[in-house]
T-cell receptor, first 110, second 117 residues
Framework: GESVGLHLPTLSVQEGDNSIINCAYS??????FIWYKQESGKGPQFIID?????DKRQGQRVTVLLNKTVKHLSLQIAATQPGDSAVYFC?????????FGPGTRLSVLP | GAVVSQHPSRVICKSGTSVKIECRSL??????MFWYRQFPKQSLMLMAT?????????EQGVEKDKFLINHASLTLSTLTVTSAHPEDSSFYIC?????????????FGPGTRLTVL
């Protein structure tokens, strides 16, 4: 049978509001960070990335903020839409070694 | 963006049989591919790193004789679950590194749902 999984942290946001998903990373040598979106039953999709020489990067409706001092990464989604409902994973990379965070489930309320 | 495919998307097999899962990079060359396993409501668990033309590097606790990985070309890696048992039922996801771009970004396949009866 399947393992009993951990309960993912859930963020519920009203449609149209902004969402902020947070992630703490552990390796101070990580120099590349990525956010992925995973919809139910599908593989993760790349959303946005940032290198350690930057502290902010913007994409279409998404912004990633990196605070290396406290080893914190966040993903901001502007004007959240129902299609944004998914599980969001952060990943840190040190060379070829990628480590994924536990994930956060974003639930968009109508 | 880069596209990675996996085949099959779903497979149901009897206990004791072997199942092969293919991972292909469709529009780029992937010198490195990764295989992940994902249990319900959990993050991705790296099983092994597959480099084209060389033996795969397995993570601690992953049996290399049970999860056979072959990366024979720059666009194809295969994962074979040998003598599958119900506890091998899971969602298996591959990813590929596009090293020709500057970002070293992993692109993921859509995943394969394996159910072992």
């Amino acid at each position: 049978g399947e393992s009993v999984g951990l309960h993912l942290p859930t963020l519920s946001v009203q449609e149209g509001d902004n969402s902020i998903i947070n992630c703490a990373y552990s390796n101070s040598a990580s120099d590349y960070f990525i956010w992925y979106k995973q919809e139910s039953g599908k593989g993760p999709q790349f959303i946005i990335d940032i290198r350690s020489n930057m502290d902010k990067r913007q994409g279409q409706r998404v912004t990633v903020l990196l605070n290396k001092t406290v080893k914190h990464l966040s993903l901001q989604i502007a004007a959240t839409q129902p299609g944004d409902s998914a599980v969001y994973f952060c990943a840190e990379a040190d060379g070829q070694n990628f480590v994924f965070g536990p994930g956060t489930r974003l639930s968009v309320l109508p | 963006g880069a596209v990675v495919s996996q085949h099959p998307s779903r497979v149901i097999c009897k206990s004791g049989t072997s199942v092969k899962i293919e991972c292909r990079s469709l529009d780029f060359q992937a010198t490195t591919m990764f295989w992940y396993r994902q249990f319900p409501k959990q993050s991705l668990m790296l099983m092994a790193t597959s480099n084209e033309g060389s033996k795969a590097t397995y993570e601690q606790g992953v049996e290399k004789d049970k999860f056979l990985i072959n990366h024979a070309s720059l666009t194809l890696s295969t994962l074979t679950v040998t003598s599958a048992h119900p506890e091998d039922s899971s969602f298996y996801i591959c990813s590929a590194l596009d090293r020709l771009t500057s970002t070293d970004t992993q692109y993921f396949g859509p995943g394969t749902r394996l159910t072992v009866l």
